[in-house]
């Protein structure tokens, strides 16, 4: 009920799906056979036909492999024939060609060995020649070459006894080098680096004279250091030594520094007091001395002393006797005088009289206005007379006012003008001055100037010039410095100079005397050297041309014409021997 008609399908039916037709499989497991499969026939296993039109295969079938080509076996056992196969000929045996093209052998064939060449032997008499044999020609004679390969030594040939192997004598006639000669490449001249003594030296060569040795240059250019050179030290730039000047002179009245332009300085130490008591001088070993003031006089009407500030001050002796009555004065010579006194008086302002308590007494007549700023005054002629009381101290440092109860009044003026760049003070004569501030450090280094709101200000100047060939520094003494710098490599092969954005600049020497048959070099102490290259330089190693040096081309191998105009010789040359004339037939 399920079959499709297929012979290429199986056909079943399932309970749940219904009917089911699978495609069948007609593969027989044999590479041999075609496998296909015909619809009312079913499978059909055709065989392969495994032919590939190839004479130079067998062909055959393998059931699991399929087709199989195997190459044909060509060989006939035989060295003397070449075995080959053609595609549409099969098999092809050729005679093998043996003649290798060369005049010194002896050419033939063996079945089982193939082609053989047996050598021809040359013999020849001369030890300076040597019996070879050319491919083209067969035998001929040519010079023997004695080269040694040492070229440390002069190869030559002598007929009877062979090569002559001469020691080369390496010599440049320069004191500054090694010369050595190595086999492979001759003589070799290697210049050699001088050593100094010590460490103060600097070494250099002469070529004529050899080494010679230059002084070490400590000069600091600073007039504080002693400067000095170790011998000892590790090597030139580590040799100089700098020891700082003392410049203590042992004097206690001078102030003792160093200037490295000027060397050592000595200023006089200025000794000053703060008291007018005192005398201020100066002890070269002990330094400042301060001696008190000596303020007696012969005055015997006064008392002596001395204030810090002022200086001496004299006071007049009290002669009171304690006697109201009697005028008291001093005399000089003696001291106190008391005289009595006469109280009498004509002025209408006092009634007049004396206690030895009061002394003279005058009873004023009462003048006061109760008011402190009259001076109430009696006129001895008229009586009581009110004048404004002047309160003027003649001091331009104070303000004075009165105040009736109080009188008169003194205020200290105030003398700021807000100026940090002055030194205000008084004086009771002129009154309130300013002094202008010195902000003068004493350092050329420095650039000193004030402001009104801060003061004094010292900063450090920039001595950079900005050109990299000066040593820029600066001396409190003197301010900026700017040295050029010294750029002296001590290279004779280089152009020293300086550059203001780069500083020192060193420049190869370019060794050049355009001549190309001299070795251009440049040694570092003498500058440039131009040696002659010698015969050997342009050598080509060929014997069949002629080697020279043009200064301006270099190097010149021109061919040598090989002809002795002689009929009955061939003429041709030789790389190793040079021209050569062989007899022929004439």
């Not at 002990?286 to 002022?310: L, Q, R, T």
């Not at 500058?527 to 043009?550: I, Q």
């Not at 040598?560 to 190793?576: A, G, L, Q």
Request: aromatic content about 6%; proline content about 3%; overall charge negative.
């Amino acid at each position: 009920m399920c079959d499709d008609g297929d012979e290429c399908t199986t056909d079943e039916c399932e309970e749940d799906t219904g009917c089911i037709n699978k495609e069948i499989s007609c593969d027989d497991y044999d590479e041999c056979t075609d496998d296909t499969c015909d619809s009312l026939i079913g499978c059909i296993n055709t065989y392969k036909w495994c032919d590939d039109d190839d004479k130079c295969t067998e062909d055959s079938c393998d059931e699991d492999t399929g087709c199989v080509f195997t190459p044909v076996n060509c060989d006939d056992y035989n060295e003397c024939t070449e075995d080959s196969c053609d595609s549409d000929r099969g098999c092809i045996y050729e005679d093998v060609d043996c003649d290798d093209d060369d005049m010194c052998t002896t050419d033939s064939c063996h079945y089982a060995n193939g082609c053989e060449h047996e050598e021809v032997i040359c013999m020849s008499d001369n030890n300076c020649l040597v019996n070879s044999c050319d491919s083209d020609k067969g035998c001929t004679e040519s010079e023997l070459s004695c080269d040694d390969n040492d070229a440390c030594t002069i190869d030559g040939c002598d007929p009877d006894t062979g090569c002559t192997n001469i020691e080369r004598v390496c010599n440049d006639h320069n004191e500054c080098t090694v010369d050595e000669c190595f086999p492979d490449s001759g003589c070799h001249y290697t210049y050699f680096k001088c050593e100094p003594e010590n460490a103060c030296e600097y070494a250099h060569c002469n070529r004529e004279t050899g080494c010679y040795s230059d002084p070490v240059d400590c000069d600091d250019y600073d007039e504080c250091t002693i400067d000095t050179c170790n011998p000892d030290a590790s090597g030139p730039d580590e040799a100089c030594e700098y020891e700082t000047v003392d410049c203590d002179d042992d004097d206690e009245c001078t102030t003792d520094y160093c200037c490295p332009v000027l060397g050592c300085k000595h200023e006089d130490v200025e000794c000053e007091t703060t008291s007018a008591c005192q005398t201020a001088s100066c002890d070269p070993e002990s330094g400042c001395v301060y001696e008190d003031v000596d303020c007696e006089d012969d005055d015997k009407c006064y008392e002596y002393e001395c204030d810090d500030d002022i200086g001496c001050l004299s006071y007049l002796i009290d002669c009171d006797d304690g006697n109201e009555c009697t005028d008291d004065s001093c005399d000089p010579e003696v001291g106190c005088v008391n005289d009595e006194r006469d109280c009498t008086g004509s002025s209408k302002c006092f009634e007049y009289d004396c206690s030895p308590e009061h002394g003279c007494t005058k009873t004023d007549v009462h003048c006061d206005d109760y008011d402190v700023c009259t001076d109430d005054c009696c006129n001895h002629d008229t009586g009581c007379e009110y004048t404004d009381v002047d309160c003027d101290d003649y001091n331009e440092c104070t303000t004075e006012e009165c105040v009736s109860k109080a009188g008169c009044v003194y205020t200290q003026v105030i003398c700021n003008d807000n100026d940090a760049c002055t030194d205000d003070s008084c004086s009771p004569s002129e009154g309130c001055t300013t002094t202008p501030v010195d902000c003068d450090d004493d350092n050329k280094c420095t650039d000193d100037t004030c402001d009104s709101e801060y003061g004094c200000s010292n900063i450090f100047i920039d001595c950079n010039d900005y050109d990299y060939c000066t040593i820029d520094r600066c001396f409190p003494c003197s301010g900026c410095s700017n040295q050029p710098v010294d750029c002296d490599d001590y290279d004779e092969c280089t152009y020293d100079h300086c550059s203001r954005n780069e500083g020192c600049v060193y420049t190869n020497v370019v060794c050049d005397d355009y001549n190309m048959c001299t070795n251009d070099v440049c040694l570092s102490d003498s500058g440039c050297e131009y040696n002659d290259v010698g015969p050997c330089f342009c050598d080509d190693d060929n014997a069949c041309t002629e080697d020279t040096c043009d200064p301006t081309v270099g190097c010149v191998n021109i061919n040598k014409v090989c002809d002795d105009s002689d009929p009955c010789t061939e003429d041709h040359c030789d790389r190793n021997h040079g021209c050569i004339f062989e007899p022929t037939e004439c």
